[in-house]
Nanobody, 113 residues
Framework: VQLVESGGGLVQAGGSLRLSCAAS????????MRWYRQAPGKQRELVAV?????NTNYADSVKGRFTISRDKNTVYLQMNSLKPEDTAVYSC??????????WGQGTQVTVSS
């Protein structure tokens, strides 16, 4: 499975961005897909999760502002009401039926105040 993220960029506080993560390869084996982020000097943080059954879960810090969704081979992260503290490299993660994990290369999101 290969994952390619897109949609990052620079946005002002209060703005919106939509990240995409396109999966290729053995996509039929994918169960859970997640978005993580890592800010400079901080540990990687789980942001949002979507299961194969479309159940979702979010970090408290993004609840009500971010929405994760998926269709076919792509997972999205709609980010609204962005804050400077959302600045990070956002990475897509996929887990297949046997528990193997796959990662994208990451995309930078920068929110200016």
């Amino acid at each position: 499975v290969q994952l390619v993220e897109s949609g990052g960029g620079l946005v002002q506080a209060g703005g919106s961005l939509r990240l995409s993560c396109a999966a290729s390869g053995n996509i039929f084996s994918i169960n859970t897909m997640r978005w993580y982020r890592q800010a400079p000097g901080k540990q990687r943080e789980l942001v949002a999760v979507v299961t194969s059954g479309r159940n979702t879960n979010y970090a408290d810090s993004v609840k009500g502002r971010f929405t994760i969704s998926r269709d076919k081979n792509t997972v999205y992260l709609q980010m609204n009401s962005l804050k400077p503290e959302d600045t990070a490299v956002y990475s897509c993660n996929a887990v297949n039926a046997v528990g193997s994990q796959f990662w994208g290369q990451g995309t930078q999101v920068t929110v200016s105040s």
